[in-house]
Nanobody, 125 residues
Framework: VSLVESGGGLAQPGGFLRLSCAAS????????MGWFRQVPGRQREFVAA????????DYENSVRGRFTVSRDNAKNTLYLQMNSLEPGDTALYYC???????????????????WGQGTQVTVSS
């Protein structure tokens, strides 16, 4: 299993970024996926998740309405569109593969069995 994030970088407050997560080594369309983020000294926290079919999504409250999670099962790729970025969004962002197709306990990082290496997002003027 391989998960490779990309798309991070420096953005101004109010700006936008689109993260991608390229998946390989497993049947991508059979598993729910998620995005988490982590800042130094703090635990990794849930950001967004999407079911295997893409029909169900969920978001952490502080990003709801600003971030959109999506997936392209034909391209084995997960996305996170981040709009109206805030300095508090600065973190290392990880994509993760869950253990099943549905969104269950997806806020808990123990529900994920594989992670990418992360991509840094910095929001600053």
């Amino acid at each position: 299993v391989s998960l490779v994030e990309s798309g991070g970088g420096l953005a101004q407050p109010g700006g936008f970024l689109r993260l991608s997560c390229a998946a390989s080594g497993f049947s991508f369309s059979d598993y729910a996926m998620g995005w988490f983020r982590q800042v130094p000294g703090r635990q990794r926290e849930f950001v967004a998740a999407i079911s295997a079919t893409g029909k169900s999504t969920d978001y952490e409250n502080s990003v709801r309405g600003r971030f959109t999670v999506s997936r392209d099962n034909a391209k084995n790729t997960l996305y996170l569109q981040m709009n109206s970025l805030e300095p508090g969004d600065t973190a290392l962002y990880y994509c993760g593969k869950t253990r099943g197709a549905l969104l269950m306990r997806h806020h808990n990082d123990l529900s994920y069995n594989y992670w990418g290496q992360g991509t840094q997002v910095t929001v600053s003027s």
